[in-house]
């Protein structure tokens, strides 16, 4: 056969292998951790997510795989996306590994564009890579945006609120933030060309702070009280803090809502049997301890659904896996060949398996980190540098800088100008900047020196050892560091130089010279001039000798 021949061969049998490659349907939420009900049924013990009512992800959970153990290899909103967009650990994507001050670096190659390449169309609705310049860099940033039904669903009890206050029932506002997501979704569609195969990435944002105090229960029928005796021993069961988090499972609710929006669409489309759907967030609840920009458990875990095209569904798995292990898998479901820069590993033989339990023995451990969030959490611009290992049995928390305080310094708590209830359950930058304004923050500021609480509130926003250690079989909660007892000092002692070993072979700089790369300028710097913040009380951020 002559070549030209061959050659016309061989491109038509590449465009019908291509026509089969499946869409890819990416749910990624903002700050939302492990809170589906399936877990409640998984787990088989008592909990909050016993009180959700999430029934379309509980269906994909059914109907694909739901990960038990899935972690966001940083707690953070900017490092997480950038570590899963590029497959790699946040600590090998420059200034994309903080959040104030991320600038993308442009030659990491991310698996939006790497599948465009491949002639996948792209689309997006709200949030991808954000903060950080320019805006949603590594999906191309706003050349794929499908926006224009609106953005209202992002401040979902805020919109639902106020339609409701207008006159509206709680059930019509529903529907016509819902309107926006379905309006999205079809242009993204009806843009696509012919038979092209569309990668879509689903952003919302409601479930980050702030949501409507009392929302829960008016828009969504979750009884605060319906918690009592729920709580993880890290929340403290009172009022506040169980409004708080109904009003955070409202939120999770209308997550719910909006898959169900997007797989009634896909079903219209034709295009449900033939698209791969994973649905996941970006770190754990913002505003309670041990969530957000902790490596706790509650920091680091969230949901993970899998399911659809290629997937044995039916099945929950026990692997350890963490979120920049997405990136080689949709690059494997889509045809394209992983970069070899990628740390993460595919979950395709997970997903394509009929095991359940731990299905990959390889899979029995994960690490995470973090190093700066907000820029004015500590003096100098300076972060909070930790690293941990998880397996199944254990977590090690290592806190390089534990002289500092690891969720912000405690601006204006010495008995002057003492802030307000309302002060800290509404702006971040008040105090402990690194955790979300809320009211169980405002709640646990005020109860700080109170005999029953004052231990609590030292454990979670005070100063850490260097080390922690958890025996998650004894402890699931992570709540007595047994880092120091002479029991589990082989544990320690094998952890540590496991982490450690990890972050060298992965070039992480905290390694390298005392972790100098990160404790200066730019990545330890201000933000620019126009997008500087002041501390608060007026004061500018210091200058000087890093601590």
């Not at 301890?289 to 509650?298: A, D, M, R, S």
Request: hydrophobic share 35%.
């Amino acid at each position: 056969m002559r070549l030209p021949a061959l050659l016309c061969l061989l491109t038509a049998a590449f465009a019908a292998g291509a026509e089969k490659r499946p869409n890819i349907l990416f749910f990624f939420a903002d700050d939302w951790g492990r809170f589906i009900r399936a877990y409640a049924e998984s787990d088989r013990r008592a909990g909050p997510n016993e009180i959700l009512r999430t029934p379309n992800l509980d269906r994909l959970a059914k109907e694909g795989v739901l990960f038990r153990n899935a972690h966001v290899n940083a707690p953070s909103c900017t490092p997480c996306r950038s570590s899963l967009l590029s497959g790699q650990h946040f600590w090998r994507t420059g200034r994309g590994a903080i959040l104030q001050g991320a600038v993308w670096d442009e030659t990491i190659p991310t698996y939006p564009l790497l599948l465009r390449d491949a002639g996948y169309h792209l689309g997006k609705s709200y949030k991808v890579w954000s903060p950080g310049s320019p805006g949603d860099a590594p999906y191309g940033g706003q050349t794929h945006a499908y926006e224009k039904a609106g953005r209202n669903f992002n401040n979902f009890s805020e919109n639902a609120t106020e339609l409701v206050g207008k006159g509206s029932t709680v059930e019509a506002a529903r529907a016509k933030l819902l309107d926006e997501v379905r309006g999205n979704f079809r242009a993204m569609l009806a843009a696509k060309p012919g038979d092209k195969p569309f990668a879509y990435w689903f952003g919302p944002t409601n479930t980050h702070r702030s949501w409507v105090r009392g929302s829960g229960k008016k828009l969504w029928n979750i009884d605060p009280d319906s918690l009592k005796g729920k709580l993880p021993p890290f929340l403290p069961d009172v009022p506040v803090v169980r409004e708080d988090l109904a009003d955070y499972f409202g939120e999770v609710q209308a997550l719910d809502a909006a898959m169900g929006a997007l797989l009634e669409e896909l079903d219209k489309a034709g295009e449900r049997a033939n698209t791969l759907i994973a649905v996941s967030g970006d770190h754990g609840a913002p505003g309670f301890p041990h969530g957000k920009c902790n490596l706790y458990g509650f920091g680091t875990g969230v949901s993970l659904v899998v399911s659809g095209a290629g997937v044995k569904g039916g099945r929950v798995v026990d692997d350890m896996v963490t979120l920049p292990d997405l990136a080689p898998t949709f690059l494997e479901a889509g045809g394209v060949k992983p970069p070899a820069t990628m740390t993460g590993r595919s979950l395709w033989n997970v997903l394509t398996s009929e095991r359940q339990g731990l299905v990959d023995p390889s899979r029995t451990w994960v690490v995470a980190g973090r190093e700066r969030h907000v820029e004015v959490a500590r003096p100098d611009y300076a972060p909070y540098p930790q690293r941990a290992l998880r397996t199944h049995d254990h977590v090690l928390i290592v806190n390089f800088r534990p002289e500092r305080w690891p969720l912000g310094d405690h601006y204006r708590l010495d008995g002057k100008d003492e802030p307000t209830f309302d002060e800290v359950a509404r702006t971040t930058f008040v105090t402990i900047p690194d955790d979300d304004a809320g009211p169980t923050k405002a709640w646990f500021v005020g109860a700080r020196k109170s005999p029953e609480w004052s231990a609590m509130f030292e454990k979670f926003y005070g100063r850490r050892p260097m080390f922690e250690l958890y025996d998650l079989k004894l402890d699931p909660h992570e709540m007595n560091n047994v880092a120091e007892d002479p029991a589990y000092a082989a544990v320690r002692k094998e952890m540590t130089e496991r982490l450690f070993t990890i972050l060298r072979e992965t070039g992480d700089p905290r390694m390298v010279d005392d972790g100098k790369y990160y404790e200066t300028p730019p990545l330890a710097g201000p933000l620019p001039k126009q997008e500087q913040k002041r501390l608060p009380g007026g004061q500018p951020v210091k200058k000087g000798k890093k601590k």
